[in-house]
């Protein structure tokens, strides 16, 4: 029977990648990038939602619209950042997965190979989340968001507020800058904190 090596900085890595992953892929799809408390309005990477509320009859509709086709999205730099954080995540998610096979790896050579392939993965990642966050507030200035959120420009989101996802997504994408230097140091050959499991 083959027996899995691991350590706990190998452990730790994965444990974190997959987290990572996780929560970029979360912060991704939810539309609470730049939100609006006064409209219950929420804009996202590629959908924007509205929440209408009827006080009478204590009822509450949230419907949620996609921007439409690639070329009708409300700005070039939510274009931009649609594609650059899409493909970070995307790429955390791969990572992710790559740093589960890494765990099971028998052998050290290919374990030790797959996990700095998978750190710079994990770079590449990182650079391309850091990129679309960046770009994101320079469509602030779109119609679509003055609408909602009033005299709104680049960096200035008018009287509406940083949403939780964009947080989650500052947060994620801090965290996994820790992901490349742990892969560096996911030494399995290491016998001194080397444990096996069936």
Known sequence: MSKACYNYINILWTVLSVFIAVTVTLSFFQPSWIVDRKSFTQFGMFKYCHRAVNYKKLEAYETCKLYGEFESYPSKAWKASCVLY???SLLMCISALLALMALTMTTYSCGKKLTVCTGYIQLIAIFLMIAGQVVFPFGLNSDLVQKHCGPAGQFNAGHCNIGWTYMLAITSTSL???????????????????HTFL
């Open 86 to 88: 899409g493909a970070g």
């Open 176 to 194: 996994a800058i820790f992901c490349p230097f742990l892969a560096q140091y996911t030494d399995t050959n290491n016998r001194r904190q080397q």
